[in-house]
């Protein structure tokens, strides 16, 4: 079969490396060997110079007691002196390196560029495109539901990586942007278009990749973006172009940075699909994004560095705890409470050159909270995305019941009445939802669902069915791993990536 090696020859490759020590058997003149036969041959030597030394033995006894004793009172004072001197100055030379270390690169060692740029909050949210005030144009269903052709395109977006000061809630952390905002600019598409995005990574020392949350990547598997899994990383200034078909898929998706705890500094944006054909969801006047995510203060490789270890800076007596965020967001903002430096991560004042001091008010400006505005009485669509590194949410408005008609794109019978909806991390539903209550009047809360952190799974209905991806020989790629052992190295080589089957 084409792009596929047998296993035999698989398996001959396998032991094609370097012979196992076992195999390997050392030269008969092996340096250890070696060494050892030339002293062998050099205990000749003293034999004969005995000889010569045993006929020179005719100096008078005493001169040599005198001369030892001499050296002996000598080399007393002197070499106490002047030894003791020169290991003094030694002494002193070590103290003084060992008072001096090489101070400890704090930005280096976290990946945090020095002299970052500060982007202000009006920068930092695009406000424009979560709200979807105009959306993508193409010919679209009519109300009788008849099919409108829609020749597929090519959705071209190029993001720059970048790293920057910003204050999502007011407090000013190192976060990762995309085109130099956070939440990331909006990526919209039609069903059957191609998404193509050049990802340049303007991270110094850093490397990346861009994951499209929700997005099944049907012949396409190598775009998924997981660092390590279908690809390794993007190299800091280098580049790497996303491109995949957004096929019978519509909804709300989302994307992120997926090497490490990228994402936690603010690298995630919206993903919108729109069906051409229509969508089965009851249609609404406006349209918003709204994401719900939370906040460390801390830069992400420093809380890692921290969980990673035995003990954490948040909890010292035990290993493996997540750190609590600092904050909750909403559409990348939020208001904080200044006097509070951190919940989870005090600043390293002596060595972080970002960390915010007791008497620098201009690092902490209090934040904002997200708000827009809907006309009265228009109905709204939300398109809600978790994209939390820590925390699941219950989503309400107050005075407002929700309709959910979409959960992880696809879109489900109405729930009508509902008075809120649970989102795990990574999680997107769509919910319609009015006032009926009026503003004025202070509904209850009502209830939420009971026993469980999610909604049952035999509550939402699918609307429409997802046909499984065809597994044929035709759709079929072929990845081969190598084992080899070098010297104490265990090594996993993917030997070879087979059989393209991306076509359109
Ligand atoms: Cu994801």
């Known amino acids: ?82 030894g003791l001197g020169c290991i003094a100055r030694y002494r002193a030379a070590a103290l003084s390196s060992a008072s001096t270390p090489p101070p400890f690169n704090y930005s280096s060692f976290y990946g945090i560029s020095p002299g970052l740029e500060f982007v202000p909050i009006e920068r930092l949210i695009n406000t424009t495109e979560l709200e979807l005030r105009s959306p993508l144009e193409f010919s679209s269903s009519n109300n009788d539901g008849e099919q409108q052709q829609h020749s597929p395109t090519v959705r071209e977006y190029v993001f720059n990586i970048t790293q920057a000061l910003a204050t999502p809630d007011g407090f000013r952390k190192p976060m990762l942007l995309f085109n130099g905002q956070s939440t990331g600019p909006l990526v919209e598409a039609a069903t059957g278009d191609v998404v193509r995005v050049v990802v340049n990574n303007g991270v110094a020392g850093r490397s990346t990749t861009v994951h499209w949350h929700g997005i099944n990547q049907a012949n396409s598997t190598w775009m998924d973006g997981v660092a390590g899994v279908s690809q390794c990383g993007i190299p800091p200034g280098q580049s790497f172009t996303y491109e995949f078909r957004v096929d019978a898929q519509r909804g709300t998706f989302w994307y992120h940075a997926h090497l490490g705890v990228q994402y936690t500094d603010g690298a995630y944006g919206p993903i919108v699909v729109r069906d051409p054909r229509g969508e089965m969801v009851p249609p609404t006047d406006e349209e918003r994004i709204l994401f719900v995510s939370d906040v460390y203060h801390a830069y992400g490789s420093v809380l890692l560095n921290s969980y990673l270890n035995s003990s954490s800076k948040w909890v010292p007596f035990e290993s493996g705890v997540e750190p609590l965020a600092d904050n909750i967001l909403l559409n990348g903002q939020h208001v904080y409470d200044c006097s509070v430096v951190s919940t989870t991560y005090p600043p390293d004042l002596d060595n972080d050159p970002y960390a915010r001091k007791a008497d620098d008010s201009s690092s902490c400006t209090g934040g904002r909270m997200y708000t827009t505005k809907v006309k009265p009485g228009n109905k709204l669509r939300l398109r809600l995305i978790n994209t939390s590194s820590f925390l699941s949410y219950w989503v309400s408005i107050d005075n407002h019941t929700f309709t959910i008609v979409e959960l992880d794109g696809v879109e489900i019978e109405p729930l009508t009445g509902q008075r809120g909806v649970y989102l795990n991390i990574g999680q997107r539903a769509a919910a319609n939802t009015s006032n009926p209550f009026g503003v004025a009047n202070n509904g209850v809360r009502g209830d939420v669902w009971e026993g469980c952190d999610d909604m049952p799974f035999d509550v939402p209905k699918p609307m429409r069915k997802m046909d499984a991806v065809e597994v044929t020989e035709a759709n079929t790629h072929y990845i081969e791993y190598m084992f080899r052992q070098a010297q104490d190295v265990n090594r996993i080589f993917i030997n070879k990536v087979g059989k393209q089957a991306w076509h359109y």
């Open 1 to 82: 079969m084409p792009g596929h090696r047998s296993s035999g020859s698989l398996s001959r490759l396998m032991h094609e490396g370097p012979s196992s020590p076992g195999q390997e058997s050392w030269p008969s003149s092996s340096p250890a060997l070696f060494m050892w036969t030339r002293r062998k041959t050099t205990t000749a030597l003293p034999v004969f110079a005995n000889e010569k030394r045993a006929s020179r033995r005719q100096v008078p006894l005493w001169v040599l007691l005198v001369c030892a004793a001499c050296f002996f009172v000598s080399a007393l004072i002197l070499g106490l002196g002047l």
